[in-house]
């Protein structure tokens, strides 16, 4: 009978679609609980870990046990913070060391040569047995190493603790190596999401979170709709809408750097500080000149592209010495030039600003808003990404219905 080769085939094929799903999923959290999860099953284990880097060593971060925590109730162990040194003193730090995997198959029965030893401390704490551990480290494609994985426990079909079998040992790395990846992502989203968050905090309180939230979410729908009409691939079009729901949130990320007095102006402003004002894109393109990623890039464009205009001088312009103090607007920006993603933002923002309060503005009535939009599309705004505005209106409506201001207008 051909039983390992089915098991082979199944695992494979179910590794590869969860990397699929992984690469849907934004926030760390989710991340690591769903790859937690899917480990465990892939391996029929009790329970698990994952550890992360952090300031040179392994942190504690993530924890499932099904014997001592009970599905979805919330347990003090998910918070336990501990730390870990990456040294070959414990299983843990071997295999951050070494970027090795390390099967055992008893804990408690470990050939004594081994440089690491099993800490039964939690075992004894918890009145847990832990006995086999399959232990993976989390290493990116670009081999960056971004934590470990411990899977705890494997079952057999009667529940009783066995070894971890080969397949476990041989196809787990893949879903590992997919899973830093993954990891990576997340913790920069929640790194980006937090900065912003204490900018919006510092500043304006009661309007920028609902305003960044629709002009994220529009953002999106429209690059959704503009990219249908298109024919882009599934997956291309699926990843760079959830990338730009996140980018665009920040696009005005550099207000941070504009002085009270001008941003909170309720008035019109001066030319002079309209101009100050301009550099808002700048400030918040310098966030993001060293792009990590697909994500940063995106927000560098946005946050740079999204006051240009599609066939009249726009700003800022092509910008020379964008890091220095003599960083000068210039030549402008028009068409394909611009970025797709600030094309797109550009129209969004606008549509968010005429449709809503500001300290220097009643709101539009819809009508005159899309007059507006109509009249200045193919002068401001790319013509192609208005038609698919106009195509998603009524999701646009549902959208800033959704995102109310915290305050009464
Ligand atoms: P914002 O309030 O988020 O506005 C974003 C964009 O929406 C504006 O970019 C502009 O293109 C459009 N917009 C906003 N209000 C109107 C309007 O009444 N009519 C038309 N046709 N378009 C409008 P813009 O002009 O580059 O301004 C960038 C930012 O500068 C604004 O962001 C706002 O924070 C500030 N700002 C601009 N003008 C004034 C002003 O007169 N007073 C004050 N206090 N702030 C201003
Ligand atoms: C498997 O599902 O083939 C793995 C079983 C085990 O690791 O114990
Ligand atoms: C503004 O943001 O108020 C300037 C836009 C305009 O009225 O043309
Ligand atoms: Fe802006
Ligand atoms: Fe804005």
Not at 104 to 132: C, H, W
Not at 133 to 158: C, E, W, Y
């Amino acid at each position: 009978m051909n039983h390992d080769i089915v098991e082979h085939r199944n695992m494979a094929s179910e590794i590869l679609s969860f990397i699929e799903e992984l690469n849907h999923l934004q926030h760390v959290d989710t991340i690591l609980d769903r790859i937690l999860l899917k480990a465990r099953q892939l391996t029929h284990a009790d329970a698990g870990s994952i550890f992360l880097m952090e300031d040179g060593d392994l942190r504690f971060s993530y924890v499932h046990n099904d014997t001592l925590y009970k599905a979805d109730a919330p347990t003090a162990a998910t918070y336990a913070d501990f730390r870990v040194p990456i040294d070959e003193s414990s299983i843990v730090g071997f295999a951050a060391k070494t970027r090795r995997t390390l099967a055992i198959d008893d804990a408690y029965a470990l050939v004594p040569d081994r440089p690491y030893q099993f800490n039964p401390s939690y075992d004894e704490k918890m009145g847990y047995r832990t006995t086999s551990i399959l232990t993976i480290p989390l290493v990116t494609m670009s081999d960056k190493l971004v934590g470990v994985m411990q899977i705890i426990n494997a079952k057999d079909d009667r529940g009783q603790s066995v070894p971890f079998s080969s397949e476990s040992q041989a196809y787990l790395p893949l879903l590992a190596n997919n899973a830093a990846v993954a990891i990576e992502r997340g913790i920069m989203n929640r790194e980006l999401v937090l900065r912003m968050m204490k900018m919006a905090e510092l500043r304006d309180p009661t309007e920028t979170g609902a305003h960044v939230q629709r002009v994220g979410t529009y953002s999106a729908e429209i690059y959704r709709r503009w990219a249908m009409s298109r024919g882009v691939e599934h997956k291309e079009l699926a990843r760079t809408a959830d990338h730009l729901r996140l980018a665009a949130m920040l696009h005005d990320v550099g207000k941070v750097g504009i002085s009270d007095f001008i941003l909170k102006k309720p008035g019109r402003l001066t030319d002079e500080e309209f101009s100050t004002m301009k550099w808002h894109t700048v400030f918040g393109a310098r966030l993001f000149v060293n792009p990590t990623s697909v994500l940063d890039e995106m927000c560098y464009d946005i946050s740079l592209g999204h006051h240009e205009k599609w066939a009249a001088p726009g700003y800022p312009g092509q910008v020379k010495n964008i890091l220095s103090d003599e960083a000068r607007m210039g030549e402008p920006i028009l068409g394909e030039a611009i970025p797709l993603s600030a094309r797109i933002v550009a129209l969004a923002d606008v549509y968010d600003a005429l449709s809503s309060r500001r300290s220097y503005k009643d709101p539009w009535p819809e009508e005159r808003v899309l007059g507006e939009i109509r009249k200045d599309s193919g002068t401001h705004f790319d013509p192609s990404v208005v038609e698919a505005f106009l195509q998603i209106h009524e999701v646009i409506l549902a959208i800033r219905a959704r995102y109310r201001e915290a305050v009464k207008d």
